[in-house]
């Protein structure tokens, strides 16, 4: 089946928070995890969908969403919107960590609960020349195949268009091949990066 890369519809959304929620333990599924799976899409993904839909690319099947990059060309701006737009929706949405599932995940719900109130915690020491982020996740079987580069040059593209200088991101630290696959696109390791909450960089040129 091809697979193809195009620009974000809103027909999307849905696959969209659906890839996120089984991408989000270290690249595994997190369907069960937590006591709502719309937790996770709601603090990595539909944010970005919300805020800059013109900086949203996806892999697709011809049936639905298998992947996809998010981006936002202006962190701090990002931030200011999500602590005017986003917080309040979500705190209400989601006032308190809902009955326990038994799974106990390494990042518990409070913490994920926190994440959506408090944006500030984007706010990264390096946002003068990498002022972008972006979050990519890829199916299985669309892994292995260039889309993940490819996304993520189509992204950088449309930053560098906008005079956008550089773009970081951060990961699960389990994730050892997403580092390896930062690493061979270009991705460095920024002085704000810590073992437990890696931080990489790279420019848009």
Same mark, same amino acid.
């Given at each position: 089946m091809t697979l193809l890369v195009?620009?974000?519809q809103p027909a999307d !959304? &849905? /696959?969209?928070? /659906?890839?996120c929620l089984r991408t989000a333990v270290a690249g595994g599924d997190a369907s069960g995890r937590y006591s709502d799976d719309a937790l996770m899409p709601e =603090?990595?993904?539909l944010p970005y969908l919300a805020y800059d839909p013109s900086l949203v690319f =996806? =892999?697709?099947?011809g049936h639905r969403v298998v992947g996809y990059v998010l981006g936002v060309a202006d962190t701090r701006d990002f931030v &200011? @919107?999500?602590r !005017? &737009? @986003?917080a309040p929706g979500f705190a209400a949405r989601h006032p308190r960590p809902g009955p326990p599932t038994g799974r106990e995940p390494a990042f518990t719900e409070q913490r994920l609960l926190d994440a959506g109130r408090d944006p500030e915690r984007m706010l990264v020491a390096e946002l003068d020349d990498y002022p972008a982020h972006l979050h990519i996740d890829l199916l299985p079987e669309a892994q292995g195949q260039g889309l993940g580069r490819r996304l993520i040059d189509v992204l950088r593209a449309a930053l560098r268009g906008r005079g956008v200088p550089g773009v970081h991101l951060g990961f699960d630290p389990a994730n050892t091949g997403a580092r390896a696959f930062y690493e061979r696109l270009g991705f460095v390791e920024l002085p704000s990066s810590t073992p437990t909450a890696p931080l990489f960089g790279i420019s848009t040129d």
């Open positions: 195009r620009q974000y !959304r &849905e /696959d969209i928070a /659906d890839v =603090v990595f993904a =996806v =892999v697709t099947n &200011e @919107w999500w !005017r &737009e @986003w």
